[in-house]
C-alpha cells in the first residue's frame, strides 16, 4: 500500500500539472513579433513547418520533448514581447482567403490561388474557340484551404471517432521527417520506418477510413498516397522497370515484398503495384487492410485523374493533392483504383449483396440477400458477351465478325451525316452535350437482378429487362409525326444502331430499344429472348450518389441548377478559368460514372488470359454486360426523343453525334440561336434544355461550316464533327 505521503505527492503533481501554454493565437503573435517564420521555428524544433502551423491554429498541441522546449520558448518571448491578448484569433497566412475587397464571387475550391480578376465572358465567343492557353498557378504548400462543404451523411461518417482524421492521407517528406497530409489540413508525423511497420501504424494510430455507405456494407480501408519522396523513404523505386510496368508491380523478389511477408502481411494476387493492398487475416471478422496508392507508378492516369493538356498532379503539393481526392472521397468513396474500378466498387458499396439476418432458432446471425442487389453469378447469354468468352469458344472461326444477329450491340452513337444545301448556308456549327449522359441513364432504370430466362416467339413486354431477337427493319422515321407535326426522319439517325444506320433484319436489342419502337407505334414481333423476371433499380443510389457529388462539384465552381439559361452560359463560360482542382474533381466524378457502367462488361482487353479462357471478371456479381446493354440503349433511346421533339418544335437537324454530344447546324455560334423556346421564353417540353443537372445539356462547342467541309473533304468517312466539335481535334470518349 503507498504511503500518505506518497499518495499526497501524487496528488500534488496533479494540482501542479504542466504550465498552460499560452492560447494558439498568441503563439503566433509572439513568434511574429520576435521576427521568426514558422520555416525557422520548425527548424529550430526539429519538427514540420505545417506542424507550427497546426499548433498556431490549435488544430493540435506539441508532444513531449517539444512541448516543453516550445514552452520555454515561448515563455521567453512573452517576456519580451508582452501585450494583452486580444480576444479574437488571428487567422494564419496558410488558413486565409482574400481579403474581402480581393474575394472572387465564384465559391472557393479546393485551392487557393492569387489571380487577376476576370471580366465574365460572353456567353459563347463570337467567333469560333481556339484553344485556352493553361493558366495554372503555382501549387500551394498550405494546407489550410477552405474544404468542401459536406452533406448531413457525410458530416456524420466525418465525425465517426474511428476516422476521425478522414479517409486518406498524402505521405510526404519534409525537414527529414514522413509527414502524412489529411482532408482538412490536418498533418501527422509518422514514426513509421518501414512499409510494414507504415500499416501498423495506419491501422492503429492514424484513424483513417471511411464508414460504409450502407448499413450492410463494409467500411473503407484506410488509403495512404506515397509521393516519390516517401517511396525513397521507405525503399520504393520512384519509377518501375519496363518489365514491371509491363507487369503492372514490383518483382517478387523486392526487398520491400520481403519485408512485408516477414512481418506476416499479405498483398493481393496483383502483387505490388500502382494500387496495392496489404493485410493481415481477418481476425473475428474485422477487416485489416491498408491501400497504397503510388501516382508516380501510375496510379492516377491523366485520362481519368489529371488535364491531358496540362497535367496538374505532377506538381501538385501533397497538401492539395490530399484536398483532391478527400473531396472526391467524402463526395463519392474513398478510391479503389482507377476511375471504372472506383465505380464499380461504389455500386457494391450501395447494394452489397448480403446482410446479417438472425436465425430465429438458434439466435445466431447468418449471410441473407439483399433487396435490388446483385447477389450470384449467373450463367451467360452467347449473345450478351465479348468475342474472347470462353462460351463461344469454336462457335466461330477465329477472326469471325459476329453480325447483329449474333451479338447484342448496344453501344452509344457514333453518327455523321452531309450537311444539305440549306444547312450549308447556315454560318455555325454548335455542339451541346449531355451532362453525365451514362449516369442519367441508369436513374430509375430497371435491370435483372437474377439469371436469364429463354424465351421463343414471346410477346414482348417491356417489364422485362433483357436481350430480344427481333426485326425492326420495317420501322421507318422518314416521316414522323411528333406532336401533330411531321418531322424529317431521313435527317436523324436511326435510334436501333449505334451507326445510325437503319436496320436490315433481325438483331438483338435490349429492353429499351425494342419498347421505343413500340413507343413510336411499330409492332414488333421477336423471335427469342433472353429475360430477367426479378428486377429491381440497383442503379438509384449510385446515379444518386454520383448526381450529388457532380452537383456540389458544380455548384463550387459557381454552377447552380434554377439558373436561367443565359445565366448559365455566362456561368460555365467562366469554369474554364476555374480552380483547376476542381476541374479535375469534375473529370474524375464524370469518368466514375462512364467507367463504372463499362466495369459492367469489363473484358479481356488487356491480355490477362489467352483468347477463350476466362478472365477474373467474370467472377463478379457485377459482371452484367445485359445491364450495360440498358443502359446504353438507354442514352441513345433519350438522346433520339429528344431530337425528334426539337425536329417538331423548330425544324433544326443534328448532323453528327458522338457518344453523348450532339451537333446542330446554327445562324448564330450559341445553342440560344437554335434551342426551341416557348412564347413566353421557356424551352419546349420534351426538347434539350440547359442546365447543370446529369441529363440536361451545356454548351460543348462551336466550328464554322466552312471549317467542317473542308474536313470532311480531306478525311471522309472518317471525320466525326462530333467528336472534333470542341476544339477542332479529336476528343476521347473513352468507355
Not at 184 to 194: D, H, N, Q
Amino acid at each position: 500500500m503507498p504511503t500518505e505521503e506518497e499518495l499526497f505527492d501524487a496528488v500534488d503533481a496533479l494540482l501542479a500539472g504542466e504550465p498552460a501554454m499560452p492560447p494558439p493565437a498568441e503563439r503566433a503573435r509572439l513568434r511574429e513579433a520576435a521576427g521568426i517564420t514558422q520555416a525557422r521555428l520548425a527548424q529550430a524544433l526539429q519538427t514540420t513547418t505545417q506542424s507550427v502551423k497546426n499548433w498556431e491554429v490549435g488544430r493540435s498541441e506539441p508532444r513531449p520533448p517539444r512541448r516543453q522546449a516550445y514552452q520555454r520558448l515561448l515563455d521567453g518571448w512573452a517576456a519580451q514581447y508582452a501585450t494583452p491578448v486580444k480576444n479574437e484569433r488571428p487567422v494564419p497566412e496558410a488558413f486565409a482567403g482574400p481579403a474581402a475587397s480581393e474575394a472572387p464571387e465564384a465559391p472557393t475550391g479546393l485551392t487557393h490561388a492569387a489571380t487577376a480578376p476576370v471580366q465574365p465572358p460572353a456567353a459563347v465567343p463570337p467567333s469560333p474557340p481556339e484553344v485556352p492557353s493553361s493558366t495554372k498557378p503555382p501549387s500551394s504548400r498550405r494546407a489550410g484551404a477552405k474544404k468542401a462543404v459536406a452533406k448531413p451523411e457525410l458530416a456524420r461518417a466525418a465525425a465517426d471517432p474511428r476516422f476521425e482524421n478522414g479517409p486518406l492521407a498524402v505521405l510526404d517528406v519534409e525537414n527529414g521527417q514522413v509527414v502524412a497530409y489529411c482532408v482538412g489540413g490536418l498533418v501527422l508525423e509518422v514514426p513509421a520506418k518501414t512499409v510494414p511497420a507504415l500499416v501498423d501504424w495506419t491501422l492503429t494510430e492514424a484513424k483513417l477510413g471511411q464508414a460504409r455507405l450502407h448499413r450492410s456494407g463494409f467500411d473503407a480501408d484506410p488509403m495512404l498516397v506515397l509521393t516519390p519522396a516517401a517511396l525513397e523513404r521507405y525503399g520504393l523505386p520512384t519509377a518501375l522497370t519496363p518489365e514491371e510496368r509491363s507487369a503492372g508491380r514490383l518483382k517478387d523478389g523486392h526487398k520491400v515484398i520481403r519485408q512485408v511477408e516477414r512481418a506476416g502481411l499479405e498483398l493481393t494476387k496483383r502483387g505490388f503495384g500502382a494500387w496495392t493492398r496489404i493485410f493481415y487475416r481477418p481476425e473475428d471478422g474485422k477487416r485489416r487492410c491498408v491501400q497504397l496508392c503510388i501516382p508516380a507508378w501510375g496510379a492516377l492516369p491523366t485520362s481519368e485523374w489529371d488535364d491531358k493538356k496540362d497535367p496538374q498532379l505532377p506538381t501538385m503539393s501533397a497538401a492539395d493533392l490530399a484536398r483532391f481526392l478527400g473531396t472526391y472521397a467524402e463526395r463519392v468513396i474513398t478510391p479503389r483504383g482507377f476511375t471504372a474500378t472506383t465505380g464499380l466498387a461504389l455500386m457494391t458499396a450501395l447494394r452489397p449483396p448480403t446482410r446479417a439476418e438472425k436465425d430465429e432458432t438458434t439466435g445466431a446471425f447468418k449471410p441473407a440477400y439483399n433487396a435490388d442487389a446483385l447477389t450470384a453469378v449467373y450463367d451467360v447469354v452467347e449473345c450478351e458477351v465479348p468475342d474472347e468468352h470462353p462460351i463461344l469458344k469454336g462457335k466461330w472461326p477465329r477472326h469471325h465478325q459476329r453480325t447483329p444477329d449474333q451479338m447484342l450491340m448496344e453501344e452509344p452513337f457514333s453518327w455523321c451525316r452531309e450537311l444539305t444545301d440549306d444547312e450549308c448556308l447556315k454560318p455555325y456549327l454548335v455542339g451541346i452535350d449531355v451532362n453525365m449522359a451514362f449516369a442519367a441513364a441508369a436513374n430509375s432504370l430497371v435491370v435483372g437482378l437474377n439469371g436469364p430466362t429463354h424465351l421463343t416467339n414471346p410477346a414482348f413486354d417491356k417489364a422485362l429487362p433483357g436481350s430480344w431477337l427481333v426485326d425492326l427493319s420495317h420501322v421507318d422515321l422518314s416521316r414522323a409525326r411528333v406532336g401533330g407535326r411531321t418531322v424529317d426522319g431521313d435527317r436523324l439517325p436511326s435510334p436501333f444502331t449505334p451507326s445510325g444506320e437503319r436496320p436490315t433484319g433481325p438483331a438483338w436489342y435490349a429492353t429499351p430499344s425494342v419498347a421505343y419502337a413500340v413507343q413510336l407505334g411499330f409492332d414488333v414481333a421477336p423471335i427469342e429472348a433472353y429475360v430477367r423476371t426479378e428486377t429491381g433499380r440497383y442503379l438509384d443510389p449510385w446515379y444518386d450518389r454520383l448526381r450529388d457529388a457532380y452537383l456540389a462539384t458544380m455548384a463550387d465552381l459557381g454552377v447552380v441548377p434554377g439558373m436561367d439559361d443565359e445565366a448559365f452560359l455566362e456561368a460555365m463560360a467562366r469554369v474554364k478559368d476555374g480552380d483547376p482542382a476542381l476541374k479535375l474533381l469534375l473529370k474524375a466524378i464524370k469518368a466514375t460514372a462512364k467507367g463504372g457502367i463499362g466495369k459492367l462488361r469489363q473484358r479481356n482487353s488487356r491480355g490477362e488470359v489467352p483468347f477463350y479462357e476466362p478472365w477474373p471478371a467474370l467472377e463478379r456479381e457485377t459482371w452484367r454486360p445485359d445491364i450495360r446493354a440498358a443502359v446504353l440503349s438507354t442514352v441513345r433511346v433519350i438522346m433520339h426523343r429528344k431530337m425528334m421533339k426539337t425536329a417538331a418544335a423548330a425544324d433544326v437537324y443534328p448532323v453528327a453525334i458522338g457518344t453523348d454530344c450532339i451537333v446542330y447546324p446554327s445562324d448564330g455560334p450559341s445553342p440560344l440561336d437554335f434551342l426551341p423556346y416557348t412564347p413566353d421564353g421557356k424551352p419546349v417540353t420534351g426538347t434539350f434544355r440547359l442546365g447543370v443537372s446529369p441529363g440536361m445539356v451545356k454548351w460543348e462547342g462551336t466550328q464554322t461550316v466552312l471549317w467542317a467541309e473542308q474536313k470532311i473533304e480531306e478525311l471522309g468517312g472518317l471525320f466525326n464533327i462530333a467528336r472534333n466539335i470542341k476544339d477542332g481535334r479529336p476528343a476521347d470518349d473513352g468507355e
